[in-house]
DNA sequence: TAAAATAATGCAACCGATTGTGTAAAGAAA
DNA sequence: TTTCTTTACACAATCGGTTGCATTATTTTA
């Protein structure tokens, strides 16, 4: 295991008594360099062992073929889902991934996009923080031609690509499988979050779907969390069942907080889907062991990674123009299992 | 949002008529350079938006702050735990990290490692794929002096850092309790892989316990799996429970066989635990979570990991001697639950 | 066969920060 | 005041590919 220096164009332009300028263009098929040249130097650089230095290249000509991804964390089955999918399409391109994780805080995400920015990442992609309200650390981005890329939890009101789906209509989709299941006092858990929030347009479906369908919104079946844990949806499950009529279903938007509320009703010996019919949001691999298994909406982690990934390197390759920066929706679909369906 | 060219410490340098060593210096704090300087410079590089280029200085120091993973696949939660607990401490520490999914191909690995080995990454972790009988593609690490770190799936004999738990002993301690519990007919499941791989490991703590327990061993307890996916555990379970007597305890090497063999019990009201204790192996979310919720093994997934970051760090920054290559052990606890808690 | 056109390769600057060595300026000791 | 140290900064090479332009070799056309 002794130590060797790297071997670089300059030991193979040597070796071959030609240029290094012939030496790099031959390794990459230059059409001015001949045929035998090329011949030569690529088995030469093979039997030097030579590896070229991704560095110097992207020091040169400022691309460095990385993609930065910032997200709250990747723990959770969705986001771990939307990272593989990054990977997978960037690779195919040759490009790296580097992972960075908020943990949901609006400064260790201003550090991290500043951190991305220096090391010179070719695209960026992006779920926010829960607390971030601001988006201006992702200027230096947009001011540098680095194209970015939110996912899922998207800024609104900045001119950036976005992936996402429509967390509107899904809702709406959700609670109307529910009242297709004969529900009548239907609740749902939500977050306190501004406008626009994913939480919110969930919320706004949630919503809609009730009171277009003729039954009444009562705002005791609407219970607002802090934070989103199975824990806090134990608590908030409890809040329900402590009704004196109980809801008889529950939209979640997400599968943990379903779950929590299944169990729940399994404990205080309400009968799921008979008297509290479920239905959760992300198709979380949770949702399909536990028992009853949950309904759900199912969200395309994967392909949104990919596509965040395609439109990054789509944008850097120039194969697409990069005027409109518009948005990508994904569709989800309603997955009837056994926690909804009473028919 | 016009596009504007990058600051450098030479635009530094001009505007305050110093040399640019004398910028880069001052930014560091060189004790070379005068505090008046060194306030000059700060204060004008944060004027002017300078943005130091981290592959500059990579080429030139040839290190690139950079710390590459190469896992099987991220969407594991112990995977994706252990890659939590790489970022984190490589984070404080100002190192990035670039993932890498093998998909448990041997193919997939090679290419990766060379990707990476391209990339000039300071260091690696690296879990190993399924497939990966040879670790020759890891030798360009060794042979130039990029630290190494094995994490779980290790290799046997190849003199590197690696972190892992004592599979062995873990087994034997969860057997140990199952037998304590009372069982006397413990199965378990298992995966074809040679010897000293962490699933044999496992194997023999599970064999060990059992004879010198003064049980017998019954090969029909032991089930062999190609792949341990939900559906392979419910195939094996249901050829557990085909047997005569049935056995009265299972020792699962993943949680999610646990679960899946915790549920193919119920489906044929077989009672867990009374009739079939259960333990399984990694405290994955869904262990806590499924009723009866799982006993298991803790296993340290994010400790492994920012040991594994701690360990390539201190590597690279020389406060360790990088002589041994030494194994670090984390511990595991066995966690009891309900589904092996007969007495 | 000379001139023109094309192919193949060489030269050298460049990307931006780092660092060993050299030098001028300022302060201390003689 | 002169000499010796420090202190503070400048010079220039370096890391390893990349690329515009120049040059030489080869082939085609006149």
Redesign the interface.
């Known amino acids: 295991?002794?130590?060797?220096r790297?071997i670089t164009i300059y030991d193979i332009a040597e070796k071959l008594n030609l240029a290094t300028s012939t030496i790099s263009r031959a390794l990459k098929d230059h059409p001015s360099i001949s045929d035998k040249t090329i011949k030569k130097v690529k088995k030469t650089a093979e039997e030097m062992g030579f590896?070229?230095?991704?560095?110097?290249a992207?020091?040169r000509g400022n691309k460095?073929k990385?993609i930065g991804v910032l997200i709250p964390?990747?723990?959770q089955?969705f986001l771990?889902?939307l990272?593989?999918g990054i990977?997978?399409t960037a690779?195919k391109s040759?490009y790296?991934?580097?992972?960075?994780?908020s943990h949901d805080s609006y400064n260790d995400e201003v550090n991290?996009a500043?951190?991305l920015?220096?090391?010179?990442v070719s695209g960026v992609i992006c779920s926010l923080a829960m607390e971030t309200k601001n988006t201006s650390h992702f200027d230096?981005f947009?001011?540098?031609?680095v194209p970015l890329v939110f996912v899922d939890r998207v800024p609104k009101g900045y001119n950036t690509f976005r992936v996402v789906i429509d967390n509107y209509a899904a809702a709406y989709k959700a609670v109307k499988h529910l009242i297709d299941q004969g529900c009548k006092r239907i609740a749902h858990i939500t977050t306190g979050s501004e406008f626009g929030h994913l939480y919110n347009e969930r919320k706004r479906g949630y919503i809609d779907a009730i009171t277009e369908h003729g039954l009444t919104l009562d705002d005791n079946l609407i219970i607002t969390l802090k934070t989103m844990t199975?824990e806090e949806g134990v608590r908030a499950s409890n809040k329900l069942f402590d009704l004196k009529p109980i809801p008889d279903g529950l939209f979640a938007p997400g599968d943990l907080l379903a779950?929590s509320a299944v169990?729940t009703a399994?404990k205080r010996g309400i009968k799921v889907p008979e008297d509290f019919a479920v239905i959760g949001f992300n198709n979380d691999?949770?949702s399909e062991?536990?028992?009853p298994n949950i309904s759900t909406i199912t969200h395309p982690a994967e392909k949104m990674g990919s596509a965040a990934a395609s439109i990054i390197i789509d944008n850097i390759e120039k194969r697409r123009e990069d005027e409109a920066k518009e948005i990508t929706f994904l569709n989800t679909e309603v997955l009837i299992r056994e926690s909804s369906k009473k028919l």
């Open positions: 295991m002794e130590e060797h790297h590896v070229p230095n991704t560095l110097a992207g020091l460095t990385t964390t990747i723990t089955p771990s889902s990272i593989s990977e997978i690779r040759d790296s991934v580097v992972i960075m994780q991290m500043r951190s920015f220096k090391s010179r230096q947009s001011a540098n031609n199975y779950v169990q399994k691999p949770i062991i536990i028992e």
